[in-house]
């Protein structure tokens, strides 16, 4: 085993710890939650083979279920964003940046990071919260959780961001 996946695998755990015991207990007007564990997979440089990155994306998805009681909803949106996040990746890098790379504001610029930060975390938001209501008796609500967390996620991880690159 590698150094880079041992450090890997403990900021796995980190992560699941963080989410889930301070920022699932965090709720404003009882139905947004940041989900900051998105911050994980969005860092995936370029040049990991996908299927790598969906184990990562279902191990964290996983980790977070078992410990929020949410059966199977994270792991089902974070093996979604396993698997549209390189697409994404390459997408917003810029086509002179290295492949091996990871996605980050000083690499991508801000604007281009907070697009791939705000689809990732929305495409998110929308699988993990039409699985939880799993109805749509309440639209409102179900629309206010998705903006809502998005919001507050992609601020919170615009401030991990901003002080990481220091």
Known sequence: M???TIRKTM???LTII??????????LFGCVTPMIYLYFPMRFRGNKPKWTILLWCFALGLGVDIFSNT????A???TLIGLVQPYLAVIFKPRDSEEEDA???KLMGTASFVYYTLICVFI?????FSLEWFSFFEPLL??????????LTVVLILIIEHYRKR
């Open 2 to 4: 590698s150094v880079a």
């Open 76 to 78: 089902a949106s974070m």
């Open 18 to 27: 963080c989410q889930a015991l301070v920022f699932n207990r965090i709720q």
């Open 71 to 74: 059966p199977g909803m994270s």
């Open 124 to 128: 998110h938001n929308v699988v993990y």
């Open 11 to 13: 900021l796995l755990v």
């Open 103 to 105: 996605p980050t504001m």
């Open 142 to 151: 179900w629309l206010l959780s998705i903006v809502g967390s998005t919001v």
